[in-house]
């Protein structure tokens, strides 16, 4: 077969249409072979003809897009020095852009001997493993355009491609549980109803089949294995050789189409390789000490501070090349709007400890494109130091673990939560002030994917993940959860409407706080998994969404859509700075922009906030004063609001503040109460707020802001 030099950049198979360069990084190689594999796995072996700066690379112009490939790297097999090269397993190329098959469990994976480690293991991989696809790039985007939602103006989605359309009514059959059903004209309605501005997907890389999972007919549903960095995972796709290609971007056109936005889960950290008794698959074999953290004085053995076997060599110019190449593709290429980086703090350890001030974060502040996008991080790993929460340099944002467990304690009545109960609704100052960040920085989320959903939240005091064949010792023991007094599902009439009342609280409190809400995929209609928090590996009913919805489901999708109207339509609740409290503290009006009560109607002193036994308050918000929210810098003026929190077992009377504050308040949310009618209320006056609920009452005003460019105003 005729071959040419080709280059060097970029890596991977590039089709050019006419034919494919394939470059591929290795130091440590002394030969590498590409090998083409024919439709009836017949293989053909190509020795690449150049190198150049450790890259070796050559170009085949008869070769077309749907071919499947990989590649034998032939080196030392030394792992005493960090060095695992196999040429008998069939290799995956890291810049693979598609990706056919997936591994087995099968020995031919291995390069030792399960019976004596200390053996070499020969037996070819091929047809045992997964195989690079060369793609054929071209896509007609039309008139796609990104949504660019500033960040105090979203509401955020965690969902899951499969988990979320597997039992849609709508969806067809034969696409569910695809990017196709993902973008689905149900889907897209159900999202744009809700008040969604981003779906963020769980990991949509190409990801590995644990073995040990197959092994107990189980299997990675949630997919946090990856061993493709640029491939969409082939089994959320109808097509296969290649097309999982142009079903994954017709999805985020759809999803544009309907000014939502796509951010994905992104796992940076380490890879489906494991450790030193895991399979041969792709880095390993190529250059196992360039790629991942090997321990100084025992190289054989791997850093691990994810928990899953390995971590990357975040030190290495060629993994941080991989990781922005990623990046950098996903943005240009597939048009995603962002990323979510799980682990986070294991991408910042050059060295040892945490890092803010490593590569990886000089990379991507530098960069002109991956700067631009929404950038989350999940600011902890496992590893000594690792939680790094409000750690993170100005650029990013944060899931705010610690928004998480204090609304949870407070709604279930913890003593001492109060105090910082008030922080973590007002953006968690605490955490983000000191380094410049303003409360966008905070990604607030009751619930995510690890852990209870919001109803079993209120529906189990303990984990019950016996499907998952462990023997209950996988999962979070510790969820500050609250079955209401009843252990799972029950008929009794008055914890079923405690549980409803429940979920509206935290719902109302996540949409109400400032900066950036996350609603779990499911939470808004009440889905359960019946108690096992931890389904990573329960692809059926237990984890899917159930659309088959009762009243009461319904009922919890029309309040989660009006409090997320709510914010919407009044920026005080998402504003994009910080409140200053007082008028004698930097107030933008004679009250201030936010005052806190007791439910006397006066106000809270500091003796109150170290009250152990308080669960109390009102909170004001003042619509007159609200930062510029957008670029022209013009004035917004919104309705004054005040929020009555009442997380104590009992009904309290709470007195509302005197007229200074406002004359008239009517009634937005009470989440005691299945429906609200507006129900006005005088200054002064007393509100009989339900024992654990929220109500929400609105002073209402003309809400004029200057026009830009034009006398008059316009309303907000």
């Not at 009618?677 to 005003?701: F, M």
Request: charged residues 25%.
């Amino acid at each position: 077969m005729e071959i040419w030099p080709g280059t060097s950049y970029p890596l991977g198979a590039t089709y050019d249409g006419s034919g494919v360069n394939f470059a591929l990084f290795s130091e440590v190689a002394e030969r590498v072979e590409l090998c083409l594999i024919d439709d009836d796995g017949a293989e053909t072996r190509i020795d690449l003809p150049e190198v150049d700066g450790f890259v070796w690379h050559g170009y085949l112009p008869a070769i077309q897009p749907g071919q499947r490939y990989g590649y034998r790297v032939h080196g030392p097999y030394e792992p005493e020095n960090g060095h695992r090269c196999d040429p008998s397993k069939l290799l995956l190329d890291p810049y693979a852009k598609a990706v056919e098959g997936q591994v087995e469990n099968d020995p031919a994976l291995f390069s030792y001997d399960f019976d004596d480690p200390e053996v070499r293991n020969t037996d070819d991989s091929l047809g045992k493993t997964m195989l690079g696809v060369v793609i054929n790039p071209y896509f007609d985007w039309g008139h796609d355009r990104p949504p660019r939602h500033e960040y105090h103006e979203s509401v955020i989605y965690e969902a899951h491609v499969r988990g979320l359309t597997m039992t849609h009514p709508e969806i067809p059959e034969e696409i569910r549980g695809t990017y196709a059903a993902l973008g689905h004209p149900a889907i897209v309605e159900h999202l744009t109803k809700l008040g969604v501005t981003a779906i963020e997907l769980m990991p949509v890389h190409q990801f590995v089949q644990d073995t040990s999972l197959q092994a107990k007919g189980l299997t990675n549903y949630w997919g946090y294995n990856t061993i493709g960095f640029l491939a969409p995972h082939n089994a959320y796709a109808r097509a296969d050789r290649g097309e999982q290609v142009t079903e994954f971007k017709a999805m985020v056109k759809a999803l544009h189409e309907a000014n939502i936005e796509v951010i994905l889960d992104v796992v940076y950290n380490h890879t489906a390789e494991g450790n030193e008794m895991g399979p041969t698959i792709s880095f390993k074999g190529i250059d196992n000490a360039a790629y991942y953290r090997l321990v100084d004085d025992a190289k054989e053995h791997y850093y691990d501070t994810t928990g899953t076997g390995n971590s990357l060599l975040m030190r290495h110019p060629h993994v941080l090349q991989l990781i922005m190449d990623s990046l950098r593709y996903w943005v240009t290429e597939m048009h995603v709007d962002g990323f979510r980086f799980d682990l986070a703090a294991t991408l910042a350890r050059q060295f040892h400890e945490v890092d803010k001030l490593s590569a990886f974060f000089d990379l991507i502040q530098q960069d002109p494109v991956i700067s631009q996008v929404k950038l989350i991080a999940e600011p902890w790993d496992v590893g000594d130091g690792g939680y790094q929460v409000g750690g993170f340099p100005p650029l990013w944002t944060e899931w705010n673990g610690k928004y998480r467990d204090t609304v949870r304690d407070f709604w279930r009545g913890e003593p001492g939560s109060l105090g910082e109960f008030a922080s973590r609704l007002t953006g968690s100052s605490d955490l983000y002030e000191h380094n410049g960040r303003k409360p966008i920085a905070s990604i607030n989320f009751v619930i995510a994917h690890d852990g209870f959903t919001l109803r079993d939240l209120v529906s189990y005091n303990e984990k019950h993940n016996e499907a998952n064949g462990e023997d209950g010792r996988d999962g979070e023991s510790h969820n500050r959860s609250w079955n209401c007094g009843v252990e799972g599902e029950t008929d009794d009439p008055e914890v079923r409407a405690l549980r409803r009342r429940q979920q509206r609280n935290f719902l109302a409190t996540l949409l109400l706080s400032q900066g950036v809400p996350m609603i779990a995929h499911g939470d808004e209609i009440g889905r359960t998994q019946q108690g096992n928090n931890n389904v990573y590996c329960q692809d059926n009913e237990l984890s899917w969404v159930d659309w088959d919805l009762d009243d009461e489901q319904r009922d919890l999708f029309a309040f989660t859509s009006a409090v997320a109207k709510l914010r919407s339509e009044h920026p005080v609740f998402r504003r994009r700075r910080f409140f200053a409290g007082s008028a004698d503290h930097g107030g933008q009006s004679e009250l201030g922009d936010i005052a806190w009560f007791q439910p006397s109607g006066q106000r809270m002193g500091d003796g109150d906030w170290s009250d152990g036994e308080a669960r109390m308050m009102t909170v004001f918000l003042n619509g007159e004063a609200i930062p510029s929210p957008d670029l022209r810098g013009r004035p917004v003026v919104d309705d004054d609001f005040l929020v009555l929190f009442n997380a104590d077992h009992e009904d309290h009377e709470f007195v509302l503040p005197g007229d200074e504050w406002g004359e008239r308040w009517c009634t937005e949310i009470d989440t005691a109460a299945d429906s609200v009618e507006p129900e006005w209320h005088d200054a002064g006056s007393t509100v009989t707020v339900s024992a654990r609920s929220v109500i929400v009452l609105r002073d209402p005003r003309e809400v004029l802001t200057p026009a830009a460019g034009a006398a008059g105003a316009t309303r907000v």
